[in-house]
């Protein structure tokens, strides 16, 4: 049962009266890249908090990273790496800055931040933007950077919520490859996006609906199974019935 990096069953979360999540039931395996997909209030930023140990479920299982999320949440956000397309990283603060920080928020040694650090400039060829303010980034710099910050200290699981909006198509290109490097590496990707094109590059992938999974399999199988000419044909038969 442990050996998947992610467990959920009966996954229920209610706020009042309000069921933002219901009845979720998924496993991710390690390595795998899992798209997560839905309209907006879906209900996936809901399940992602929780994923994440930002939130407990009503109730239901939940397992991630072999951690149970109602008593070892500062254990799930030891093994998880976390980037929204909001806030990720200090604007204010330089790239060499936001490195070092977040190296030692997940408690990595100095060493071994420093070791990460120079690698991290050279593969991203940020040698240049070392000393350069966040903000004065372009956002697809930014966003590249944020995400190599997320796996910075090698977790598990990386957790990825809506990560190249705004971004050009190039840059969308080069960030699903930095995606699928991660992955090969043995990190599991779960994957929210607004992009159904992107959807395509998912091993699996799960579509939400007014709080529950509709669908779940590999892109080609909804494919077939909806007689649909892509992902995208896929979900609006599914959100826009009839």
């Known amino acids: 049962m442990n050996d998947q990096a992610i467990i959920v069953k009966d996954l229920v979360k209610k706020f009042g009266s309000f069921v933002a999540n219901d009845h979720l039931n ?35 299982t939940v397992i991630v990273a072999g951690f149970d999320v109602y008593r070892h949440t500062e254990q799930i956000k030891k093994n998880i790496g976390y980037m929204c397309q ?10 060499k800055e936001n490195i070092v920080l977040y190296g030692g ?37 930014r966003q590249k950077l944020a995400f190599s910050v997320a796996v910075l200290h090698e977790p598990k699981i990386v957790f990825l919520d809506e990560p190249t909006g705004g971004v050009d198509p190039i840059t969308r290109r080069q960030f ?10 043995g990190i599991t990707v779960f994957v929210t996006t607004h992009y159904m ?15 529950k999974i509709v669908a779940l399999d590999t892109p080609g199988n909804l494919k077939r199974q909806y007689d649909a000419e892509s992902v995208e044909d896929v979900f609006i038969k599914i959100a826009r019935p009839g």
């Open 176 to 185: 699903w490859e930095m995606i699928y490097e991660t992955a090969e590496r």
């Open 86 to 95: 909001k806030f990720s990283l200090y604007e204010d603060l330089t790239v």
């Open 197 to 211: 094109d992107e959807a395509e590059y998912c091993d699996r992938i799960s579509i939400m609906n007014d709080g």
């Open 26 to 60: 998924f496993e991710v395996s390690p390595g795998e890249i899992f798209g997560f997909l839905g309209a907006n209030g879906a209900g996936k930023t809901t399940a992602i908090r929780i994923l994440s140990g930002l939130s407990k479920p009503t109730s239901g």
């Open 105 to 141: 928020i997940y408690g990595m040694s100095r060493n071994l931040i420093r070791e990460r650090l120079g690698n991290l400039l050279e593969k991203l060829r940020f040698r240049e933007y070392e000393n350069r303010i966040i903000g004065d980034l372009p956002l697809g710099l």
